[in-house]
């Protein structure tokens, strides 16, 4: 069975997508904070580039459950800090009270999972 065809594809198939998108979210947003400025554009454009590829890899390898449960937490993660430091610019507000201090908390939860993952033997 190839790993598309793998049963927990469709987490896989979530991550790959949001690799895609975080990846372009951030080349755009580096060229809008070249441009437009923003004291917060910038680190939302990082933190996206560098979240991008872990999420194309876990989707595209077909990991085990607790390295795609790791990718999702930063996923989550990421959409709250990001978005957070994006409504900040964007539309002058939070997203709402503690967003991005939840979403900072996840990010590093979720690495710690990530890191977890290589503790646990695979299943024959």
Same mark, same amino acid.
Do not use: K, Q
């Given at each position: 069975m190839s790993t598309a065809e793998h049963p927990a594809n469709g987490s896989n198939r979530i991550l790959v997508l949001a690799g895609g998108l975080c990846g372009a979210a951030g080349v755009a947003l580096s060229a809008a904070a070249a441009h437009l400025g923003g004291a917060f554009v910038g680190t939302a454009a990082s933190f996206l580039?560098?979240?991008a590829p872990v999420f194309l890899a876990v989707g595209? !390898?077909?990991?085990?459950?607790? %390295?795609? /449960? #790791?990718? +999702?937490? !930063?996923?989550?993660?990421?959409? %709250?800090? /990001? #978005?957070? +430091?994006?409504?900040?610019?964007?539309?002058?507000?939070?997203?709402?009270?503690?967003?991005?201090?939840?979403?900072g908390t996840l990010l590093i939860g979720g690495w710690l999972v990530i890191a977890a993952s290589a503790l646990v033997r695979p299943r024959p």
């Open positions: 580039m560098t979240h595209l !390898l077909g990991a085990n459950r607790i %390295l795609r /449960a #790791g990718s +999702l937490v !930063l996923l989550v993660g990421l959409v %709250l800090f /990001a #978005g957070d +430091l994006l409504a900040r610019d964007f539309i002058g507000s939070r997203l709402f009270p503690m967003s991005a201090p939840i979403g």
